[in-house]
């Protein structure tokens, strides 16, 4: 995918003129605000947050949807059929990743935009590569802005894929409304194998590749999954996780999904939970920013740094203790007079 540039040679942006283009809907101004915000120049840093301030009314407007699964679940199938069912219900869609190891050179899970060829030429989608290789916080962060530009350029749903690691489902989860975890038919071995937390982390389980001579087996699977979250997760008052059986290939299942959706967001708003889950998505996110940032900065004090090296080669040797190394850094940062 190209890389829209910057103006890398001009001191300022007109981050205003941005956000006005953004706002009414300009896809290169989409496009061209997400790379300011993956920019990890410190001035494109201060503009992003100019334009995101400044886009901040327009946001949160979205149904926000997380799917994840295994690489080969058929995710990327599913969510094509899925988007351009919604754009032909009139809805705006727009496809986000989160993928710690993707590069835009090596490829991600989205990287390639042929393997959802009905969205990539969908005048009401839009679609976007997980950013480059980063920390899992990093790369998150900058999904979760993404997607408040998207909010703000009018897309009504957000489609955030991730894969099946555990602490991107999790990352994926925290700023989303519903979390939607696909599954393979086949029950039995992978029953065993799914991790406890992803059942929490559900409000959908669905069973794809319900089709042709998978039926049976994906049938099976969808009972021994209802089975597993009736034992594994507490009931809740409000909402307890169906298991559903979809093709993301032939469409059978997939308006089950977003009706699922939908009731999930009424009940959760029947009681004022919907907002109350963002109010905390927010400051968790608040904090997850500082904790990031501040531990950059914390380990840039020329005292600390210049410790650094010698340090983490005396723990790697064994030479040293690592508590011992971590207490050495701290007493650094206690004595530094700049902090
Ligand atoms: P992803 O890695 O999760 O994005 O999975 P893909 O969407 O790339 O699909 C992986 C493989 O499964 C491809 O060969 C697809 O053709 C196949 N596949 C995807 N969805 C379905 C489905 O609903 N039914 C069947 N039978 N095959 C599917």
Known sequence: MAKETLDAGKPTIDIASLANRIEEGERAALARGITLIESRRADHRAFANDLLELLMPNTGKSVRVGISGVPGVGKSTMIDLFGAT?????????????????????????????????????????????????????VAAKTREAMLLCEAAGFDVILVETVGTGQSE????????????????????????IKKGILELADAIAVNKA???????????????????????????VWSPP???????TGDGLDDIWATINQHRDALQAVGRLDEKRRQQNVRWMWSIFDDQIKALLRD??????????????????????????????ALLRDNPDT
């Open 301 to 330: 004090q020329p005292n600390i740094a210049a410790r650094v090296p010698e340090l983490e080669h005396d723990v790697a040797e064994g030479g040293v203790a690592a508590a011992r190394a971590a207490a050495t850094l701290l």
């Open 86 to 138: 919604l754009t032909d219900k009139g809805h705006k869609v727009a496809v986000l990743a989160v993928d710690p190891s993707s590069s835009r050179t090596g490829g991600s899970i989205l990287g390639d935009k042929t393997r959802m060829e009905r969205l990539s030429v969908d005048r009401n989608a839009f679609i976007r590569p997980s950013p480059s290789a980063g920390t899992l916080g990093g």
């Open 243 to 249: 298991v559903m059986t979809v093709s993301g290939q």
């Open 211 to 237: 089709d042709g001579e998978n039926i049976d087996r994906a049938r099976a699977a969808a009972a021994e999954y209802r089975a597993a979250l009736h034992i594994m997760t507490p009931q809740d008052s």
């Open 170 to 193: 999790t990352a994926v989860s925290d700023m989303v409304d519903f979390f939607l975890v696909l599954m393979l038919p086949g029950a039995g071995d992978e029953l065993q194998g």
